[in-house]
Structure formats: C-alpha cells, structure tokens
C-alpha cells in the first residue's frame, strides 16, 4: 500500500534530519560566525564589563573585565571571568528547519532555506548571550554578582531567558518558519489527515456516497 502524504512527509523529515546532521555538524563554525557577532555586539552594547569574544570553532568565549579569586598554590589570585557559549546546543534548529523544507519541496526552496536560515540568527543570538550570562551571574559567584550588578530578579530573568532559549526558542521557531513559508502544503496535510480519519472511522462494507 502506497504511503499517504502524511507519512511520505515524516519519513522524508527524519531522512534529510539525518541526512545533514553531519554535514551541518562539519561546517557549523562557518554558519557559527553570524550568530556569535550578533551576540558579542549585543553584549558590548548593553554590559560595559564586557570586552569583547573570541571564537574558536562553534565555542564562543566571552572575554570580560569581571575579577574572581582563583585558588593558586597556597594563595588566590585574581582572575576573570570568561565563560564559553557553543553554538551547537542552539544552532540545530537550523538543521531542523532545513529536513522539513527539503521533505515538504515548497516552490522557491533555495530562497526560503536561505530567509529562513537567517531569520534563525536572533534565535542562537539569544541562546549565546543567556548562556554567557549565565557563566557571568552564576559561576562568578557573590564577587561577580556585585561587580556586575546582576542581582534579585535579574538573575531569575537569566536562568529564564536561557531556558526559554534551550527548550523553547530553539526547537520550536524553525518549526513556525517552517509553517509560515509552507501554507499551501500544511493544507494539504490537513486534507490527508481529514481524509485518512474519516475512511478509518467509516464502517467496513459500506460505499461512502
């Protein structure tokens, strides 16, 4: 029996998912660069402890001018802090978003992988700079919470917005591109699925008229 649409389409999902998992995973330090310079100027521009980013591969440091005590010997030392944020625990949703285009064919592909690619760099952008934050306000400790002046509900507002990236922005905003610039194909879906339930919960025997 011929798979219905619905299944061609969640078959061809996991097939490209896989599929470019890999390759993503080979060039993610290219497609890491916009996303990083976006999140080191948003950084600059609203914490003046922040000196600028280092970039190594998809590991993004976060160079500050916030002082630690760093135990050394019999003796502590002053250190800064310099916490890493990887673009690959945000970044995925790009690939998400790439498996369900090629699986859906809309017209115009080529153009809509490319809009909906960069429209997924604010997303990481906002995973990046909670992840640095979260390094700054948590692992600093006291020292940098004073220096910083992250206190009281800012650090509640941190560990929120870097969940809120971790299981909500970044998983589900490909999926809403995804729906946007394939609306004639969610129809269609919607069809086969309204079809599909209706012959399964039609008698057997019986001619539909």
């Known amino acids: 029996m011929p798979l219905s649409l ?34 080191s100027e948003i950084m600059r521009l609203l914490f003046s402890w922040v000196e600028g980013v280092e970039l190594s591969g998809t590991v993004a440091t976060l160079l500050t001018q916030v002082s630690v005590l760093v135990p050394q010997g019999n003796r502590n030392v002053v250190g800064y802090i310099s916490p890493d944020g990887n673009y690959l625990v945000f970044g995925y949703g790009t690939v998400l978003f790439w498996a369900l285009m090629l699986a859906s064919k809309p017209t115009r592909l080529g153009l809509k992988l490319l809009v909906g690619s960069v429209a997924l760099i604010p997303v990481q952008a906002w995973g990046l700079c909670f992840q640095w934050l979260k390094g700054v306000a948590f692992n ?16 509640e507002g941190i560990a929120y917005g870097y969940q809120f990236g971790v299981l909500i922005l970044t998983p589900l905003v490909p999926v809403l591109l ?25 008698p057997a025997g019986k001619s539909m008229k």
């Not at 060039?27 to 310079?37: H, I, N, Q």
């Not at 919470?145 to 009281?152: A, H, N, R, S």
């Open 6 to 39: 619905v299944g061609r389409f969640l078959l061809g999902s996991l097939f490209w998912l896989f599929a470019l998992m890999l390759p993503w995973y080979y060039v993610a330090s290219f497609l890491a660069v916009p996303a990083v310079t976006l999140a």
């Open 178 to 202: 995804w729906v946007l610039m394939n609306r004639s194909f969610i129809a269609r879906l919607w069809v086969a699925m309204t079809l599909r339930g209706a012959l399964d919960g039609y």
């Open 140 to 155: 600093g400790g006291l020292r940098a919470q004073q220096y910083t002046g992250l206190q009281g509900w800012e650090l």
